[in-house]
């Protein structure tokens, strides 16, 4: 909650040093500002990292059969890093970047680091494959190829509005409860 309010914050205060807040607003501020201002205000609010910490949040997939039920995101040194556990085994690599690509990449693809065992709704016992991922930015898709038969084209968005500290650097992974301890 904290990291929403200090976005909301941080975006006030950009519109407000550009001067928008007037009539046409964000619309004006496009059509008729530098575009050296345009440029510095929308590379701010890109920029945007939490604080060195450890936490919880969504992640948001583009397919339905690639589905992240728990991510705790680190951040340290500004640099962010994303243990992720998928919904299932069924992808056995990942690769930060497009399917094409991880083909002829093998040096960077990124195995599945842990197995999380539960079960779901429906009472089957699942397992799902955690791995743990670069994050170059919040709220933006990130191209992550996926291996389960061959290579799949994925796009992750790990939810900044979702964001939720630890206060911990310790942390278990429960789908239906991501629990601190």
């Keep these: 909650m904290k990291f929403r309010q200090r976005m909301i914050s941080l975006l006030f205060a950009v519109i407000m040093a550009v001067g928008v807040l007037t009539t046409g607003g964000l619309t004006a501020f496009a059509e008729e500002a530098p575009a050296e201002e345009q440029a510095a205000v929308f590379e701010a609010l890109d920029d945007v990292t939490p604080a060195d910490g450890t936490y919880t ?26 243990r992720i556990t998928l919904s299932s085994d069924g992808y056995d690599k990942l690769y930060m970047g497009t399917a094409a690509a991880a083909a ?28 743990t991922i670069p994050v170059s930015a919040l709220d933006t898709g990130i191209a992550v190829a996926a291996h389960g038969s061959k290579w799949y084209d994925r ?22 409860n991501v629990q601190v301890v």
């Design 155 to 176: 796009t992750l968005t790990f939810n900044s509005a979702d964001l939720q500290s630890t206060g911990s650097e310790s942390v278990v992974v429960d789908p239906a």
């Design 104 to 131: 002829e990449d093998e040096a960077n693809w990124i195995s599945s680091d842990g197995v999380y065992d539960y079960t779901n709704d429906s009472g089957e016992e699942k397992h799902g494959y955690m791995f």
């Design 57 to 82: 949040t969504t992640v948001t997939s583009s397919a339905s059969m690639f589905r992240v039920i728990a991510c705790v995101l680190t951040v340290e040194n500004g640099q962010m890093t994303a």
